[in-house]
């Protein structure tokens, strides 16, 4: 997997994770379930409008791109610390 890729999935992540605690500070009646519901459409729309998918960075060919980006939208809207968790486990496979 490119590094460039990795660097993009980060960024994306810290940015979604950045905006959800603007919109969490903005309007306080949003919490609990309605802000991880904003974050996964975020995460999603982000990815979508970016053409950014972790399957196909990972050379994993689908029929569908939207479910790439889907699955990957998924991902960062968790925010940064699920996107180092990955990386640290595509890095273990990769090196055995």
Do not use: C, W
Not at 11 to 19: A, P
Not at 20 to 40: A, C, H, R, V
């Amino acid at each position: 997997m490119a590094v460039n890729t990795l660097t993009t999935l980060v960024i994306l992540s810290i940015l979604i994770e950045f905006t959800i605690e603007i919109i969490k500070n903005s309007f306080p009646t949003i919490k609990d379930y309605k802000t991880q519901i904003l974050s996964i459409i975020l995460g999603i729309a982000v990815s979508i409008t970016t053409t950014t998918g972790l399957l196909s960075a990972l050379d994993i060919e689908t029929t569908v791109p939207l479910i790439d980006y889907f699955l990957t939208g998924l991902i960062i809207s968790r925010g940064s610390n699920v996107v180092h968790d990955l990386i640290k486990k595509l890095k273990t496979n990769t090196a055995t």
